[in-house]
């Protein structure tokens, strides 16, 4: 891998726009295809587009794929013919969220090809993303994560090395279900505080600065608001399902936890109201 390495990039959405738009501010050669064929993320930053996930792959050195689920990732490495096409030696990051099972399986089908991989997925959000401020949750063989780390680190805050293939996704999904259970606390307490007639506006403020405070709770009203909670939830109810399959049958304390995250996903709208009412 060169000094400044080539960066192909597949996945322009919420969070995969800014952080290619970051890659290209820190001075990296980035080359893009798009499956909408739409770029506007990556508007006033040098990039270079090309036609096919192949012809993309071809010419880089990394390739970050930021996709909903594991099935896009086979659909662009496989239909796409992005896996034929990197040479040896490519490193492959797959920032999306998915299944531990499916990380190390693509680790494992990579390295005939000589290609390496790395789980990276990304906690923070959009603003995070926008901010450069993302937790970067990583799993993979740790010289090639080590190489990587000035990559990460024009979009990350923080890069957590977990272990190895599928490691990363083991510490997103822990990360998510603790989040929405924290997020299910959260409502069945201010349902109490409803209930006693607090003033609920003076609550979560004296909450946010004590020591019940949490991201969940700081991100409600600002990360979170009503425009978006729906969508948000959508996406957390679907994370759950990855965590429900990745983690069955480690017991029914896990049937415990994916029941409670599940409730605090489908609370978020009605957090997101009561918070910015």
Known sequence: ??????????????QGGPIARAIA?????????SRSGRFAALEGVPYTPHATPAELGAVSDIVGLCLSEDKDNTEVLTGGGLLDALNPGTVLINFGTGLPAAAVELTRLAAARDVRVVDAPVSGGHAGAVEKQLT???GGDPEVVEKLRPVLETFSATIAYMGGAGA???????????????????????DLAVAEHVDIDALVDVLRNGTA??????S???????????????????DMDIFREAFDGHGPT????????????????????????
């Not at 400044?4 to 959405?13: A, E, V």
């Not at 409600?220 to 679907?238: F, K, M, R, V």
């Not at 936890?257 to 009412?277: F, Q, V, W, Y």
């Open 254 to 277: 896990v049937g415990v936890i994916t029941e409670r995250a599940i409730s605090g996903a489908e609370d978020l709208p009605k957090l997101a109201a009561l918070i910015t009412r």
């Open 168 to 190: 990363g996704q083991v510490g997103k999904l822990i990360n998510n279900a603790m989040l929405m259970a924290n997020q299910k606390n959260i409502s069945d307490l201010l």
């Open 25 to 33: 501010e820190g001075g990296y050669p980035l080359h893009v295809w």
């Open 136 to 138: 970067t949750i990583v």
């Open 220 to 238: 409600l009203g600002s990360a979170i608001t009503t425009e978006n909670a729906e969508h948000l939830s959508t996406l957390q109810l679907i």
């Open 1 to 14: 891998m060169s000094e400044q390495p080539t960066i192909g990039w597949i996945g322009l959405g919420d």
């Open 213 to 218: 405070s949490s991201r969940a709770l700081q």
